[in-house]
């Protein structure tokens, strides 16, 4: 069965630091991985997508991810966190007939 | 382009009543799915329709359906509503082909069952 693992529930990084936010996934044939972002009260806002190809994807505001085909893993990451950056992030796969599955969400407080 | 939108924004219903909730996809979009999003379930998938058929639907009651019409818009409705039912109900459209699998949520709309 198809799943989305994020085992990180709540994150905690000063401004200026490094991010890293792991996600995990279960899915019989090749995925299609996304990572949203959700500020309060709002929709989600796609970060960056795998469809195929190069393993490391550029995405907006200067995340990145790496598709570990090996370790099932899509983590998102980025150099150096802005405060701007504090919100709900959810990994999810794409499966066929538009059905997406989601993580639990991390949830990431940016310290000034 | 006007992105994704969801009316009301809010609600307030109370145990039994019933409730629908509207989406307008982004123009040219043809798939429309929901999703429940809930502090302790997360994201949950609803169901999702295509070209007014709905192609999937999510492990949820029969209490909860919906419907597309000819111009892609979806309303999705909740009949006998539950203290459990109240969540944001999030909105996502996207286009054919392999970018169908890229979906644009709109800003949901936060029911809160009383």
């Known amino acids: 069965a198809q799943s989305v693992t994020q085992p990180d529930i709540h994150i905690t990084v000063s401004e200026g630091a490094s991010l890293e936010l792991r996600c995990n996934y279960s899915y019989g044939a090749t995925p299609y991985l996304f990572w949203y972002v959700q500020s309060p009260g709002q929709g989600l806002q796609l970060l960056l997508k795998?469809?195929?190809?190069?393993?490391l994807v550029q995405g907006i505001k200067g995340f990145e991810a790496e598709f570990k085909r090996s370790q099932s893993s899509f983590n998102l990451r980025k150099p150096s966190v802005h405060w701007s950056d504090a919100a709900e992030y959810f990994c999810?796969?794409?499966?066929?007939?538009?059905?997406?599955?989601f993580g639990t969400g991390t949830s990431l407080t940016v310290i000034p | 382009k006007a992105g994704v939108t969801q009316t009301p924004r809010y609600l307030i219903k109370t145990r039994g009543q019933q409730v629908t909730l509207s989406c307008s996809p982004i123009?040219?979009?043809?798939?429309v799915s929901w999703y429940q999003q809930t502090p302790g379930q997360g994201l949950q998938f609803l169901f999702e329709?295509?070209?007014?058929?709905?192609?999937n639907k999510g492990n949820f009651p029969g209490r909860f359906s919906g419907r597309q019409f000819s111009n892609s818009r979806s309303e999705m409705n909740v009949s006998t509503l539950e203290l459990g039912d109240s969540a944001l109900y999030l909105c996502?459209?996207?286009?054919?082909?392999?970018?169908?699998?890229?979906?644009?949520f709109g800003p949901g709309t936060r029911l809160t069952v009383l």
């Open positions: 123009s040219g979009h043809r798939s």
């Open positions: 795998y469809f195929s190809g190069d393993t």
């Open positions: 329709y295509f070209s007014e058929t709905q192609r």
């Open positions: 996502a459209s996207s286009t054919p082909g392999l970018a169908s699998y890229e979906q644009f």
């Open positions: 999810a796969v794409g499966a066929v007939g538009n059905q997406f599955y």
